[in-house]
């Protein structure tokens, strides 16, 4: 082209038969450039029934229907930040895990079986595996029941009221008969049915919830860890955590430690209710778990 | 009234009918109507949970009938090697709607992308008229060397290269899943439009147009010209968003139809024809019904 510029200005033709191979020869490169790149991304928990990650994204048609069906509206379509994996669908585990639903609808929705139909049941999926990341901040490591935990974290924040109203409800299904007395006269109430616990949620005063810390801590069942994610595990026809006593090794103390079986799908759930800042227990998409063994 | 004009062409009418008779702008707002529509029902069909027309325009459902662009699925079908029967009912479904409809009638009827070009092109040809902008153009051919291009890439990495920067993917996704970062790519290919090439994108490259417009060859719903009233104007090919499918008919009375697969059946040139010369038409069924 240089040499164009000392003489008449380019003939169109030319210009047309330049500029052409120009743009082909520059997008060719750039595809075939970019896409080592654009699949790189492999940190994304799929949902179920995805194939492996490589074919997931040759097959995925990024139409989002996935998403549209989902009832716990979990399903998320990749950002180009996401890295690069673009309008495919991923799930966020700490925002909200699959819950594994009856009939998978995802799945039943993929024009594509980018989500493979051969999938009929939840318990077979293969999103990957949960593990326990975080054993410094596991409260069942350390022994600590959920719910005193749960409310010293609603006296620093007690903006979401539905939150509150969850630690209460799960609260008052361990109090044990006479331990529910003291609840109730302490709030002067009548019943501990849905509603009268809403109301109490609405007018909750910091004062209140240092009592119920008090309260909680020496209730019967704060002498046992927390078992949340072993409770709220989708699965429940097999065991997906055991508990398992470990000595620690520095102050020969014994620790009951979560500790995930080959049945986990890595749905997430257990990420999205960990009580701890960071969810102690966290997924990795896309691994099974006999990798994770290892 | 006063003065008749003459024009050079195949048309037999010998005066230029001064006055339109019918409505202006009428097609043209049907279409832009129908345009609209679709897109908010994919939008509503989420939103408000009316599951009339879920997905995108990548690949949706239609009360349940699956329709499946036809570029993405032979990216697809290349990328991962698999044959997935959903994927080829909803091309099969895509194939006999537009087979019906006309082909590229997919561009101008429902592409969001193209209705924006359109009203980009609106801007360029302001900018062009007061000279702060050239017009350039490319070579239309380009649109096949993409289409095997991109195919040749989906089959060589394993990737859908080109769902990732389809504009039109990624403009019917943010309609129904909320705006996405790609759309500043999008935007740059607008503005790109506007200061350098007419609607270049539509124009000259993309790929997702190219399955309608083979489409379009076959299918029998085209415009059709009327010799006895044409009076040789040219007003048809100054609105035509593809001006030289008009060509073999209205210059060179080669057919009595545009038989372009090109032509995206837009309308705009029916609007624009005062001798009421062009109409839609069904070409080989015309006779019989």
């Known amino acids: ?294 | 009234m006063s003065k008749v004009k003459t024009f050079k062409g195949p048309g037999l009418r010998i005066e230029n009918s001064p006055q339109a008779k019918h409505r202006k702008n009428k097609w043209r707002n049907i279409r832009w109507s129908i345009l609209l529509f679709f897109n908010i029902l994919f939008f509503a069909s989420f939103y408000f949970d009316i599951q009339i027309l879920e997905g995108s325009l990548s690949a949706s459902r239609f009360l349940g009938f699956h329709l499946i662009d036809p570029l993405a699925a032979f990216q697809i079908i290349l990328s991962s090697r698999i044959l997935m029967v959903n994927l080829v009912i909803g091309v099969i479904t895509i194939f006999i709607i537009y087979l019906m409809l006309g082909g590229r009638t997919f561009c101008s009827w429902i592409c969001p992308y193209h209705w924006l070009a359109e009203l980009g092109e609106k801007i360029h040809l302001m900018l062009k008229r007061q000279n702060r902008i050239k017009a350039h153009t490319f070579d239309k051919k380009i649109r096949y060397l993409f289409y095997g291009l991109f195919l040749g890439l989906s089959f060589l990495t394993g990737y859908t290269v080109f769902e990732t920067i389809n504009p039109v993917a990624i403009i019917s996704r943010s309609i129904v899943y909320g705006p996405a970062l790609l759309l500043i790519w999008v935007s740059a290919l607008l503005v790109f439009e506007v200061v350098y090439s007419k609607r270049a994108w539509c124009r000259y490259f993309c790929p997702v147009g190219v399955s309608y417009q083979l489409i379009g060859y076959a299918s029998p719903l085209r415009i059709k010209w009327d010799k006895e009233k044409c009076s040789n104007c040219k007003r048809c090919q100054t609105v035509c968003l593809v001006p030289y499918v008009l060509h073999e008919s209205v210059n060179k009375d080669h057919s009595q139809y545009v038989d372009s697969g090109a032509c995206t059946r837009c309308g705009l040139c029916i609007d624009v024809c005062d001798d009421e010369a062009l109409s839609f038409g069904l070409k080989y069924l015309d006779k019989i019904i």
């Open chain 1, 1 to 294: 082209m240089a040499d164009n510029n000392n003489k008449k200005p380019m003939n169109r033709r030319r210009f047309i038969k330049t500029s052409t191979a120009m743009i082909i020869g520059g997008a060719a490169l750039a595809g075939l450039g970019a896409a080592p790149l654009l699949r790189s991304q492999t940190d994304l928990l799929r949902p179920p029934g995805a194939l492996d990650e490589d074919l997931f994204l040759a097959s995925c048609i990024k139409c989002g229907q996935c998403l549209q069906v989902c009832p716990p509206q979990v399903i998320k379509l990749a950002n180009i930040t996401q890295g690069f994996a673009v309008g495919s669908p991923y799930i966020t585990a700490r925002a909200g895990g699959c819950i594994l639903c009856a009939g998978l609808p995802c799945v039943l929705a993929c024009p594509t079986g980018s989500l493979n139909h051969d999938l009929s049941e939840g318990k077979d999926a293969q999103m990957g595996i949960a593990v326990i990341s975080q054993p410094n901040t596991c409260l069942s490591i350390a022994g600590k029941n959920d719910i005193p935990y749960r409310i010293n974290q609603l006296v620093e924040d007690q903006s979401d009221k539905e939150k509150t109203s969850q630690v209460i409800s799960d609260m008052i299904k361990r109090l044990t008969k006479d331990e529910k007395e003291t609840f109730r006269n302490q709030f002067s109430l009548n019943d501990i049915e849905t509603g009268t616990i809403e109301k109490l949620v609405s007018k909750l005063e910091n004062s209140d919830l240092n009592w119920l810390k008090d309260f909680t801590d020496s209730a019967q069942f704060s002498k046992i860890g927390c078992r949340i994610c072993f409770d709220e595990c989708p699965i429940k026809s097999e065991k997906t955590i055991s508990f398992e006593e470990k000595i620690n090794s520095k102050n020969a103390k014994t620790e009951i430690w979560p500790v995930l079986q080959k049945s986990c799908v890595g749905c997430g759930v257990c990420e999205e209710k960990c009580p701890t800042t960071e969810a102690s227990i966290t997924i990795i998409p896309g691994k099974k778990w006999q990798e994770v063994q290892a």
